[in-house]
């Protein structure tokens, strides 16, 4: 036997290996899509672990908090570490905002960390470089994607923080690098006005009768100091005892204490099926585009190919060339020109992955999915030209 | 002549139909025995090429009657069912163009059929080389199409048709590209492989420089045949 699709293809192969070339960065492009799908999932994965939390104890009727906003009280954890089966529960607070380091800003998402050291929930549990915030103030450990090195002296909001330690693929859902700060420091954070908008909130109720009052010295400042201090976190992250059902304490604390709870599982659905929902509907939308984009360019290619040797089809059909060994000859360069662009674009992917900002994760499922789906594609889009040729009247050998 | 050669009997093609049909074809009488070369020519529009493509079993004929080799392949409406496999095998093709498939060298081009026909590729090409020798072009074996002269694709195409031992030839204008000389040596190795095959060829065409070479000529007018004796002139 012999290969008619490879015999043309090792005769017209610059034409092969720049259309598979093309074909390839489509697909590079796919595949990358379909990775930074992944790396999202995967992101909010990563930001599940490294909280270190088995429950999450938010808001009532919020989905916080990541994916909506929470607000708790900074007292409610006691409630919280009294119940059976709680091993451990603290506050924790998220804020995702600018943060300065001399002249540039990075955006990150500001974690506040309850005191305790590494293991305790919500801190970071490796570090890469440094050490775990040991001062009650003024510290923070960076993920060493924000690009901060230790010793940098950061800015958040008033403050200045030195950089002790650094983290690895400590991410929001977002993908935005976290910043750890002391608790404290983070609520003061959320909820610090700027200095004009103090100045005018103590006019204000110095102005007021109400507290201004001559005979109670001191009381105006303990309303003044209760105005500017925030005893609010965004959610309570809590460890279990071994032994002990998630789902059982989350429903006890939903119960007895009238917050909200979600279990790891339930945290998962909310991250991928809530907040990430609408951006993989937006790449799974991309992905079609590209799938019948790179269809068409194949079609195209492939129905150009088979038109340049029309005539010669023509002669292989009237000689007595079985048309099964026609449509094969096409189809098999068809796939030919996908599995170049299959290679090419596993290698671009591969390349470019490391250098987009966010988390791109190539998984080999989707590359063995995605080669066969170009094998489909390819195959469906030789089908037009294949029609073409199987049409081609051997009489037309002859001629007039 | 035996029931060998090719045998035409009344042939009828009818295009379309109603007020619209074109008898291309109205009573076509033929018979060319086995080793002979035979001239069909004709003015434009009498149905050389309709005869061409009935014989080639790529169109239906409308009646009569024609037998390739021992094999009756059409008669009166009925015809063989697998006419591709009745092309392989039993006709060989020359073209005006040689038509050859630019990606296959000069012996895979003539070696195609039977390696998809199954045959070993050694023996494919062995049975081609034979032939290219037979040709005088085998020195060019291993070039690719676009690197033959017109007379050389010529026989490379000669030698195309003649690889499945077709008991049958049918040349449509094989010399129109060429010079004389060219041209006379395309009708030289037709009438040796006729010879040496036992070959019915065909020659459809218009030239003159070839036209006394035929020793019988068919002439075709409005679609009706007419025998008439050629001058036979030895080819040099
Ligand atoms: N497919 C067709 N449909 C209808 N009429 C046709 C068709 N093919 C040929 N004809 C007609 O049949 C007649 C014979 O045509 P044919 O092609 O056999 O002539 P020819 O002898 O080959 O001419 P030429 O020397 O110009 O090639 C012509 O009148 C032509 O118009
Ligand atoms: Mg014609």
Redesign the interface.
Known sequence: MISLASRDILHSWGKFIFTGFGLGLLIGVTLTMAGVYRGMVDDGKALLDNSGADLWVVQQDTLGPYAESSSLSDDLYRGVLAMPGVSNAVNVTYLTMQVRQGERDVRAMVVGVAPGGAGTPGWPPYLVDGRQITRSHYEAVADIATGFKIGDRLTIRRNQYAVVGLTRRMVSSNGDPMVFIPLRDAQEAQFLKDNDAILESRRRTAANPAFNRPGAPGFLDAVIAAQSTNASVNAVLVTLEPGHEPEAVAQSVRRWKRLTAFTRPEMERILVGKLIATAAKQIGMFLVILAVVSAAIVAFIIYTLTMDKIREIAVLKLIGTRNRTIAAMIMQQAVALGFIGFVVGKITASYSAPLFPKYVLLLPGDSIAGFFAVLVICVLASLVAIRTALRVDPAEAIGG | MGAKGIRIEGLKKRYGSGDTAVDALKSVNMEIAPGEVVGLIGPSGSGK?TL??SL?A??DPTAGRMTLGDEVIYDEGWKVRDL??????KIG?V??AP?L????DVT?NV???P??A?AR?SDARARAMELLTALDVHHRARA?PSQLSGGEQQRVSIA??LINRPPVILA?EPTAPLDSERAMAVIRILNDMAKRFETAIIVVTHDEKIIPTFKRIYHIRDGVTHEEVGEGRAVA
């Open positions: 090429s061409l493509k080639g790529v169109i591709r496999a009745l092309r392989r095998d093709f073209f005006q038509y498939i630019p990606f296959l895979d070696a195609l059929l390696m998809l199954g590729n690719m195309r048709g449509d």
